[in-house]
Structure formats: structure tokens, C-alpha cells
């Protein structure tokens, strides 16, 4: 169970999670051995799970994203996933309903780079098809 230290020290970490000890620990008024003995057990308990790099507005605005639906042959679709897993652009793989299975987030440095990537998508052992959405404007995000 997380005391109020804990979570401050995890509010903290997600507003800048290259933080150093020191600061943390200035910060929270604890001594640097404590913040560090906490994020050990907060690491350990499987509370954090890892430190992240959060990208800037200004590289991502010059990115391509797009939403690709994927159909997958049912048997092969555990395999899919992870050759899926393995393409640095995929941001996020979710399971759905409907006609398609899955729903890949891709963002890629340009429409020939994205191009390159749908065909490697739709070459995949297991992928009968694919249709792609490119996101033209984002107009909220949360």
C-alpha cells in the first residue's frame, strides 16, 4: 500500500522522471537514502514499472501517425502480435470488435517512411489485410 510520501514522490517522477535523488529527496524533505530505498521497493513491488522519455510537440508535430486496422488469421494471431511488437513505430496495439482485430497507432518521419511501414505490416505472416486512417489533425488529447 502507497503512504502519501509514495505518492508524491510518484507525482514527482511522472512530471520529470530524470529527476535526480537529491532533488527528489529535497523536494519531498527526506534523505536521499530514503527516496532511494523507496523507489527500489516502489521498483521492486512492480508499482513503477519503468522510466519513460516523453517526446516533444515540436519532433511530434512533424510526424506522420496513422490508425491502421489489421486482420489477422486467427491461428496465427500470438505470433502477429509479436512481430507486431517488434516495429519501433507501432506506439500502441489494441485489441477490438468488428470486422478487423486489431488497431496499430503508428506514427512515421514522412508518408514515404509510413507507406514502407503499412507494407511491412501487410506482409506479416498472419495479416490477411489491413486499412489505414493518416491522422490529419489532432484536436484534443488527454
Not at 513491488?45 to 510526424?63: A, D, P, Q, R
Not at 486482420?71 to 468488428?98: C, D, M
Request: charge should be neutral; hydrophobic fraction near 40%; proline fraction near 1%.
Amino acid at each position: 500500500m502507497l503512504n502519501k510520501e509514495d505518492e508524491k514522490l510518484l507525482a514527482l517522477l511522472q512530471r520529470d522522471a530524470r529527476a535526480s535523488i537529491s532533488d527528489l529527496a529535497r523536494a519531498l524533505d527526506l534523505s536521499r537514502t530514503t527516496v532511494q530505498n523507496r523507489l527500489q521497493r516502489l521498483t521492486e513491488s512492480g508499482v513503477i514499472k519503468g522510466f519513460t522519455v516523453e517526446l516533444g510537440e515540436s519532433y511530434l508535430s512533424n510526424l506522420v501517425s496513422a490508425h491502421v486496422s489489421i486482420k489477422v488469421k486467427q491461428k496465427l494471431t500470438a505470433r502477429t502480435n509479436i512481430e507486431l511488437r517488434q516495429l519501433p513505430q507501432i506506439s500502441a496495439l489494441y485489441a477490438i470488435s468488428g470486422e478487423y482485430d486489431l488497431i496499430a497507432i503508428v506514427q512515421a518521419q514522412s508518408t514515404e517512411q509510413l507507406s514502407h511501414l503499412l507494407d511491412d505490416i501487410g506482409n506479416l505472416d498472419g495479416v490477411e489485410r489491413t486499412n489505414s486512417s493518416v491522422i490529419l489533425e489532432t484536436k484534443f488529447k488527454r
